[in-house]
């Protein structure tokens, strides 16, 4: 979460120095003409150019309907499938262009012509209509790094059934929740796959969900290998998706004809309360959205190959490694596995085997690369035109290093800031019209128009460096629709607070992205971070309430808060306080009950950076925990404002108890 005291903005805002976007990366940039921001300026028809680049079977009558905001519709009346446009329509110029390149963590290697993705999406989606798939109905997909999950997400995306990808690294747990959480009847899992050298028994995960949902969804198996791996079990209540295939092969199943505004998937993402919120994202305006960005932002043709290391269980690998990418019928290369293995050169290693020309990844990535060396890199023959990062703020010594070691002082880097709510980027420098700055974003994508809030809803001034609420204040086609079966949580989450809720005049609605930004003198903006109790930890979102009411089912526990703690290689991580139930002692056992509550209710990659025992939480008078004084705490700041405390001595008797652990 984003301190916003003055001395860490002015830190931050540090004078940094232009870099010109090279001369042999503009004369062949998909946008090089400044006009493109004019056109987009025509709101909303500047959209049109991204809905464009999309085969419609129905074109639409509206490009937006605005009368019932903030239920904005897009593409009225249009009609279209996304798998078609993903895979059928390259067909005719491009049937034997790679449409994947799959790396395994073993060393395996598969490649997917775009005739052969189109031959296994209709297999897929066959098998899945013989099982009782139809349009509507949501099928969960718990897979990880592996082809079978680009290929079930086009084959749900082929029937009109909008699916719901669950990252694979969140718990048994965490999977029941969404299934639960989203009426899905369906779940598509794998018996496992590598990580580290590591078969994960990764079906496990599903056979434990099915025993803690509250629905009874079938279970359909992919399998890592020809055969189900031998130290997996897979239950004979299962549907193993081989034989369905086998059953289906050469199969063609039409796509169905969708309306633009029927949902294409759902995601789950974490918000300020327990539950996770499904983010619904349209057919039309989402893929005309991640496309027209993959275009113009991520500068990608179809004769590159494009590598975006981010995971699809997460939505910049929604739309950033199979949406935006595949509708432009480019070449995506896809790694199982992790960047160090089973050596910390595997990256440069894939990026020289099949000689990527634009590269996406996080600033947690590219700290990591920093602190194992320049040295991983050499002897590398990699060269990339454009590079990216995403997910987080980038410190302007992280950027620098990315732009010399692996962009090469040659490429570009474009910092892009959105979120699972924006379908798509909004707020990026279009690489060949601005010139970048290390630690900015940039500039509004074209067409977006953000502000800067005061807390009370006054825009602060303008390019004024003034720290404040990033908002939007106008619709856009990538936007979510709702949250998935509750219109007011997704009112109360996004509009309320910056809103005028009685009115229907779209001026009125102001989208709040719970992100604290400034936009300096040269227009350019600058994010901060997260302002409420959302942490970003190595680029995944993750709210504290869920890792508190994670700590809470550990009996012993009477009390709980997380706080973020600044890291500089992960960005944030979690810290956990806890108050134990009277006459339990603090002990190993009980830090490690707490631990594995979190990795059970959530997945490994929640696990808290430290668990204090302390002997009360700061709290105002009305019982609200202040988390904001147990960051300072976690961070080694000066203690902000105590005198609203029902018990002001209590954030020092904490610092007391955690320096004395
Ligand atoms: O805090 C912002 C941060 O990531 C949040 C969105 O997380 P998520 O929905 O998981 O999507 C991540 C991938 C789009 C934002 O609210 N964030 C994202 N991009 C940036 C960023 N913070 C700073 N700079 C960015 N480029």
């Avoid at 997460?314 to 739309?319: L, N, Y």
């Amino acid at each position: 979460m984003a301190s916003n005291d003055e001395s860490t903005i002015e830190a931050r805002l540090a004078e940094q120095e232009y870099f010109r976007p090279p001369t042999k990366f503009v004369g062949q940039a998909n946008v090089s003409d400044p006009a493109v921001y004019d056109r987009f300026a025509e709101f909303p028809a500047g959209f049109e150019e991204y809905a464009d680049l999309l085969d419609w079977d129905a074109h639409w009558d509206e490009l937006l309907d605005d009368s019932n905001p903030p239920f904005y519709e897009w593409f009225v009346g249009g009609e279209l499938n996304a798998s078609y446009n993903c895979v059928d329509r390259h067909l005719d110029d491009g049937k034997n262009r790679t449409a994947l390149r799959w790396e395994g963590e073993d060393g395996e290697q598969r490649n997917l012509s775009y005739q052969d993705l189109y031959r296994e999406v209709n297999a897929m989606a066959a098998a899945l209509r013989d099982v009782g798939v139809d349009e509507g109905d949501v099928v969960t997909i718990h897979l990880p790094m592996v082809p079978a999950l680009p290929i079930t997400m086009l084959a749900c995306a082929r029937l009109g059934a909008p699916h719901s990808v669950v990252f694979a690294g969140f718990s048994a747990n965490a999977l029941a929740e969404r299934v639960d959480s989203a009426d899905s009847e369906y779940v598509v899992t794998i018996d496992g796959y590598y990580r580290r050298g590591d078969f994960l028994p990764h079906i496990e995960k599903a056979d434990e969900a099915l025993r803690e949902a509250a629905g009874d969804p079938q279970v359909l198996a992919w399998t890592r290998h020809e055969e189900p791996h031998d130290s997996v079990a897979v239950s004979d209540d299962y549907t193993m998706v081989a034989d369905l295939l086998d059953e289906h092969a050469g199969e063609r199943v039409a796509p169905v004809s969708r309306d633009a505004e029927d949902p294409l998937f759902l995601m789950y993402t974490s918000g300020t309360t327990g539950q996770p919120k499904g983010c619904q994202h349209r057919t039309g305006g989402y893929l005309a959205y991640a496309a027209g960005t993959s275009k113009y932002v991520l500068d990608i043709k179809p004769e590159d190959t494009y590598w975006c290391s981010a995971d699809i269980g997460w939505i910049t690998g929604h739309s950033y490694i199979v949406y935006g990418p595949l509708a432009l019928g480019t070449t995506s290369v896809m790694y199982e596995g992790t960047p160090d293995h089973p050596h910390r050169s595997r990256m440069w290693e894939i990026a020289e085997r099949y000689d990527v020309d634009v590269f996406h990844t996080s600033p947690t990535a590219v700290r990591m690369f920093m602190k194992w060396g320049a040295e991983h890199l050499e002897g590398y023959d990699f060269d990339f035109r454009h590079l990216t990062t995403v997910g987080e703020p980038i410190q302007p010594e992280a950027w620098l290093w990315y732009y010399e070691h692996v962009g090469g002082e040659d490429a570009v880097i474009v910092d892009t800031w959105w979120q699972t709510e924006t379908g798509g980027h909004l707020i990026t420098n279009l690489p060949a019209l601005d010139d970048m700055k290390p630690g900015s974003a940039g500039r509004p994508a074209p067409g977006i128009e953000p502000a800067i809030l005061d807390d009370e809803g006054e825009p602060v001034d303008p390019e004024s460096g003034e720290a404040g609420n990033l908002v939007i204040t106008r619709p856009w086609p990538g936007m979510l629709q709702t949250v998935y079966g509750d219109d007011e949580r997704f009112i109360e989450e996004y509009w309320e607070r910056f809103s005028d809720t009685d009115s229907d005049d779209p001026d009125d609605w102001i989208y709040e992205a719970g992100d604290g930004a400034v936009q300096g003198p040269d227009g350019y903006y600058r994010v901060l971070g997260r302002l409420d109790d959302v942490m970003n930890v190595a680029g995944h979102r993750l709210g504290t309430m869920e890792l508190e009411s994670a700590v809470s089912e550990v009996e012993a526990v009477a009390e709980a808060a997380v706080a973020a703690r600044e890291d500089s290689e992960k960005g944030e991580v979690p810290d956990v306080y806890v108050v134990l139930r009277t006459g339990v002692e603090e002990s190993e056992s009980v830090r490690e009950d707490i631990v594995t509550a979190i990795e059970e209710e959530i997945g490994k990659f929640a696990r808290p950076n430290e668990v204090a025992f302390v002997g009360d939480l700061p709290k105002t008078r009305s019982g609200k925990i202040m988390r904001r004084l147990l960051e300072d705490i976690s961070n080694d700041a000066e203690l902000g404002d105590t005198t609203t405390l029902r018990d002001p001595s209590v954030p020092e008797q904490i610092r007391e108890q955690v320096g004395a652990d």
